[in-house]
């Protein structure tokens, strides 16, 4: 039924998620064949009580996961990921602003051209251009061949340069240019410093990602993900040993 899941724990912005879903409904070809799917903490009643609206409004357009434990920052997207129904997901957020018109097609387009359909397709996100990747597309292969779109490992940040290592080892890292998803970061002066970029900072502050990304743990994790990810590619390539 849907061509594109949106996939987007949020937490204390409920106007912002909204302005992201308008976004991208109102930018996209086919607006009826994407849907959102989300996470939201038990004890947000005024996010809840938007994704009860949104889902009045949109049908099953709308999903809602609620959650009932603590959940590690990177392993929500997955989270999202189970529930979702299309082929192609985007790992998103509740501060991006689709700003092309007929991105789901660029987007649709680019997976079609690929047999094997691993890659990362990112959009510019108006400050990081090529260099990284913040949010961007994936399809269920890579999911299903993982058993994650990455390990739930990372407190806050990293999980993109993580995904972006991945990719461009494959030689499987897509950048559309022209098709902005903005990025209304606070560090970027697009957003203000809010209750929920406070928390993130104060995880940023008590756990060490850089040094948890860095680790040999992780760079074997890395490994590992690219060798499977490489044989899916291998067995459609025709050269699988």
């Not at 098709?179 to 970027?188: A, C, G, K, Y």
């Amino acid at each position: 039924m849907f061509d594109i899941s949106i996939l987007c724990p949020t937490k204390y912005r409920h106007d912002s998620l909204e302005r992201m879903w308008l976004s991208a409904l109102g930018s996209a070809q086919e607006p009826d064949k994407v849907e959102l799917v989300l996470y939201v903490e038990p004890y947000d009643d005024q996010t809840l009580s938007k994704c009860e609206n949104l889902r009045v409004q949109y049908g099953n357009k709308i999903k809602t996961i609620v959650g009932s434990e603590e959940v590690i920052y990177s392993d929500l997207h997955n989270l999202c990921c189970s529930e979702s129904s299309a082929d192609i997901f985007m790992c998103a957020a509740d501060d991006l602003v689709f700003r092309t018109y007929k991105w789901d097609k660029v987007v649709k387009n680019i997976f079609s051209k690929s047999e094997d359909k691993i890659m990362y397709v990112y959009p510019n996100d108006g400050h990081w251009g090529e260099e990284l990747g913040t949010h961007g597309f994936f399809h269920k292969r890579w999911f299903d061949t993982l058993g994650y779109i990455l390990p739930p490992i990372f407190t806050v940040d990293y999980s993109d340069n993580y995904l972006m290592d991945v990719s461009r080892s494959l030689n499987r890292a897509i950048y559309m240019e022209n098709v902005l998803v903005e990025h209304m970061h606070w560090t970027f002066g697009k957003s203000e410093f809010d209750i929920t970029a406070q928390e993130a900072h104060t995880r940023r502050q008590s756990t060490n990602n850089s040094e948890l990304y860095n680790s040999e743990e992780t760079q074997s994790a890395q490994y590992q993900d690219i060798l499977k990810l490489h044989h899916v590619i291998d067995s459609f390539s025709g050269s699988d040993s």
